[in-house]
């Protein structure tokens, strides 16, 4: 992963934020299928100054996830996008539901 320096406030910052480059190919997606869901705003990188993408851990995972059930069940754009919401929206109740038991 490439550490990228932000500079806020003259002070330097590392960041695990990555660029686009390293984004498609970590997740094998097509530079237009990524702006395609920066544009539906399921994807929302941070930007440089220079106007550079810069991506997230989650965003990695996220994005692997919708091409893999896209390429696999030949899904629409907009398809594997609910369906991996509905995925994350799952783990997370599954995950409070195993919060609630462990305090029983």
């Avoid at 190919?25 to 920066?38: M, W, Y």
């Avoid at 997230?56 to 996220?62: A, G, T």
């Avoid at 899904?75 to 995950?95: F, K, Q």
Wanted: charged fraction near 30%; proline fraction near 3%; hydrophobic fraction near 40%.
């Amino acid at each position: 992963m490439t550490l990228v320096q932000i500079h806020e406030h003259g002070l330097p910052a590392t960041s695990e934020r990555i660029g686009t480059k390293e984004f498609l190919e970590l997740t094998g997606l097509t530079e237009d299928s990524l702006l395609e869901l920066v544009r539906m705003e399921w994807i929302i990188p941070s930007t440089t100054a220079q106007q550079e993408f810069l991506f997230v851990r989650m965003d990695v995972l996220r994005g692997r996830k919708y091409r893999r059930l896209c390429a696999d069940f030949e899904l629409s754009p907009v398809a594997g996008v609910i369906i991996v919401d509905l995925l994350e929206r799952i783990d997370h109740l599954e995950e409070r539901l195993r919060n609630l038991s462990n305090r029983i």
